[in-house]
């Protein structure tokens, strides 16, 4: 029996709960898939509405938010990836080392039974771009072909303890498996047979955070900070969605010196007989009614330049040039190359270097205890593929560099040993 079980079995008994004898298959998961859907509850519509969860992915499917993410998330989850062995060893000193990278990328492209690399890793960047929490489920397998298997969890359900000392025998994460579960995600200890948490060792589950910060243990997701400027362009969108269609009046018709009986009157032959007819209504008076503006009827009622100033705010919290969510003022071919390589450096490379990170450590290291792989991204280092080809043709006349860091560094396979020897 594992320390997970062992560790689970004796919270059961102290809640009074009998265990469960039938020991799980290896790799088994242990966590929901969707937790939030066995439980579903009716978020309430309030005037300025609470960046929960729920909330914010339902802000996540607006279209200049839903830009904004899939800039960042279709450009990473699409990227091409190797790994390769880490600085400070030596490939001649890893022993099997060709063997196991291929075990590890395998594994890495199919991470379960239902799942690709890119299908798994969109949705853990979709929760770390919209709340800062990201989550995959890590369970061995003891199968030597396929070592470990990846599962995607509902950041918005893990709990975290603050107190973990370090101890990997003792739960440092536990998902809350219903709503009633959500609350704050802080659980000092994690308290045991509770039937709502699974509780998680931290080899066994990846937590990555967007903007970490000290005073809590959680992220900060780049939809969190746009929050209420996304809740604000709503409304002035939907404001002038309204005002564009005439659904909103902009005008009164005044009659001077009408009588209370009159003005019912008239009230009702213009609902009964002209509204929505299209008839010309003949009016009989002594004065002739008036028509009030309540607006000018320009496109400066629709607060055109405020919507462009909230989109620009949503670009700067996703850390994206305005230009890629539309607002394309002063955007030239030069201008336009420049804000393209600022928004790959700015939005996109500090958070695939992030995961790449935690897939070295909490993966290889943590879980495999094969410390001398690293993950990473092909097409971080330089956009241009022919500015990347010149440099590294350079640095292989210098010989600063050999042909095999070269197709290490592109992500190629090492020539055959008969090769390298006929070429040097």
């Not at 009074?16 to 939030?36: C, H």
């Not at 609470?50 to 990473?76: C, H, Y």
């Not at 190797?82 to 291929?102: K, P, T």
Request: hydrophobic residues 40%.
């Amino acid at each position: 029996m594992g320390v997970s079980r062992a560790v689970k079995n004796i919270w059961q008994r102290l809640a009074g709960e009998e265990p469960i004898a039938v020991e799980a298959a290896a790799g088994q998961r242990k966590t929901m898939m969707l937790p939030s859907i066995m439980n579903p509850q009716r978020v309430g519509q309030t005037a300025v509405p609470k960046a929960t969860p729920a909330n914010l992915r339902k802000f996540a499917e607006t279209p200049v938010a839903r830009r904004a993410i899939n800039i960042v998330k279709d450009r990473i989850a699409s990227m091409d990836w190797q790994i390769r062995i880490r600085r400070g060893y030596a490939a001649v000193a890893v022993e099997d080392a060709a063997e196991r990278m291929n075990i590890l990328r395998r594994c890495l492209e199919e991470p379960n039974a239902s799942d690709s690399f890119r299908v798994l890793w969109e949705q853990v960047l979709e929760d770390l771009l919209v709340g800062g929490f990201g989550a995959v489920e890590i369970e061995a397998t003891g199968d030597p072909g396929q070592p470990f298997r990846l599962w995607p969890v509902d950041g918005a359900s893990i709990q975290i303890d603050p107190l973990w000392n370090g101890d990997p025998e003792k739960p440092r994460y536990a998902q809350a498996n219903s709503q009633a579960g959500y609350q704050t995600g802080v659980q000092t200890g994690l308290q045991a047979g509770s039937k709502n948490l699974t509780p998680l060792l931290d080899d066994e589950l990846m937590y990555l955070r967007l903007n970490p910060r000290t005073h809590t243990p959680f992220g900060l997701g780049r939809l969190e900070v746009a929050f209420e400027t996304v809740n604000q362009f709503l409304s002035a969108h939907r404001y002038a969605g309204k005002l564009a269609s005439n659904s909103v009046a902009q005008y009164a018709l005044w009659l001077n010196e009408a009588t209370p009986e009159q003005h019912d009157r008239l009230i009702r032959w213009w609902q009964d007989e002209i509204e929505g007819t299209g008839r010309v209504p003949l009016l009989s008076c002594e004065q002739k009614p008036e028509v009030l503006r309540f607006a000018g009827g320009t496109d400066a009622d629709l607060r055109i330049q405020w919507q462009e100033f909230l989109i620009l705010m949503i670009a700067n919290a996703f850390e994206l040039p305005p230009m890629l969510l539309g607002l394309q003022k002063d955007v030239n071919r030069s201008t336009a190359g420049e804000m393209a390589d600022e928004a790959f450096q700015s939005a996109v490379v500090p958070v695939a270097k992030l995961l790449a990170e935690h897939i070295t450590r909490d993966l290889f290291a943590k879980k495999l205890g094969w410390r001398e792989f690293e993950f990473c991204f092909n097409e971080l280092e330089s956009r241009n593929e022919m500015e990347e080809v010149q440099i590294q043709t350079e640095l292989l006349k210098a010989g600063v560099l050999t042909v095999e860091e070269v197709r290490q560094m592109r992500g190629l396979a090492p020539f055959p040993m008969p090769l390298i020897e006929e070429a040097q």
